[in-house]
């Protein structure tokens, strides 16, 4: 496969060096893109230095990005699709079409190169303090062990494993009473309900 891999809703750089060998890629060489940045390596060197991370974490540490993560996530399993009969590629592309969001990013992962990488571990700790505070201790957990920072996932496993006092359990059940109550978005464009956590319409894809 000649040229640069790139995926949906990414737009490849136009580097022509690569940023993990310091050699010049020619038109023939195998290159893959970052799945953030869109920066152009070649296919074997972002291999063995990209950090890859689940759709999930992704979607937590780039909410911005959240559509266009679930569009390649969506793309990605419609690629692994058998092709050769055709009514049954067609059907499987319509399931996974209608899929939810949860199970679409389920066994996904982006990968993002070293610059991309080291720039979220910057930021990772404190979208990880939010999630803590939200007491989403698992998403925490798994974003900082997808991006190996292992000693603040450790940290958020022990308050997990924690025994709680009878004021805190108490306030916890109250919690999990009040989350069963589904704030739903109307578009002002197109009228569909939409999450109140999305910023942009899953109908139209206009901004909310």
Do not use: W
Request: hydrophobic share 30%; with cysteine.
């Amino acid at each position: 496969m000649f040229g640069a891999t790139s995926s949906p809703g990414v737009q490849p750089k136009k580097n022509k060096v690569c940023p993990g060998c310091n050699v010049k890629m020619g038109f023939y060489a195998n290159k893959r893109t970052c799945d953030r940045c869109g920066t152009i390596y070649h296919r074997e060197c972002l291999d063995a230095r990209a950090t890859m991370i689940s759709g999930k974490s992704a979607t937590l540490l780039f909410p911005n990005q959240h559509d266009k993560i679930i569009q390649r996530a969506r793309q990605y399993k419609i690629d692994r699709l058998p092709f050769k009969d055709a009514r049954v590629y067609h059907e499987g592309q319509a399931k996974v079409m209608a899929m939810p969001e949860s199970e679409v990013l389920q066994d996904y992962k982006e990968r993002l190169c070293p610059n991309c990488a080291e720039e979220v571990r910057r930021t990772a700790p404190q979208i990880g303090r939010n999630l803590e505070l939200a007491r989403r201790y698992e998403e925490a957990a798994m974003i900082f062990d997808d991006l190996g920072m292992f000693e603040d996932s450790g940290r958020i496993r022990e308050l997990m494993t924690r025994p709680r006092s009878t004021v805190e359990r108490e306030r916890v059940e109250k919690e999990k009473i009040v989350e069963r109550q589904v704030v739903r978005i109307k578009c002002r464009y197109c009228g569909a309900l939409n999450d109140d956590i999305r910023r942009t319409c899953e109908s139209c894809g206009a901004n909310l």
